[in-house]
């Protein structure tokens, strides 16, 4: 992760759930020319997916299971932000809604919420 992607408002990731994960990786692996790297969950794999020539992930492809089994099957972006239950209060606030629970993720906390035009993001906090 680059140094300004932790920067608050910054796109820092992206991933995309569905319910068969494996053969969606195949299809960006021959589309896109990602490489693979298995990501070991309970029981079952999800996949980090690597740009060529590069060595860190540019996205994630996630089965719809566990955490993951409500999210729509789209893009998912996640957005850093400085304070995740002040940003998730005004979320609130201005018509939004918290699609899932706050949950600690990769070296932070997260959580999927939807803005009142119906766009799914996830605000993850640093730390």
Do not use: K
Request: glycine share 12%; charged share 15%.
């Amino acid at each position: 992760m680059s140094e300004t992607a932790v920067l608050p408002g910054s796109v820092m990731w992206m991933d995309l759930t569905v319910p068969a994960a494996g053969e969606v990786r195949d299809f960006y692996a021959a589309v896109v020319g990602w490489r693979v790297a298995p990501v070991a969950m309970e029981g079952y794999e999800d996949f980090c997916m690597i740009p060529p020539g590069a060595e860190a992930p540019a996205a994630g492809i996630c089965h719809a299971r566990g955490d993951n089994a409500g999210l729509p099957a789209q893009w998912l972006i996640y957005l850093t932000v400085a304070d995740l239950d002040a940003s998730l209060a005004e979320c609130l606030r201005r018509g939004g809604r918290a699609l899932t629970p706050v949950r600690e993720m990769g070296g932070g906390r997260m959580a999927v919420i939807q803005d009142p035009a119906g766009a799914v993001a996830a605000l993850f906090q640093v730390g």
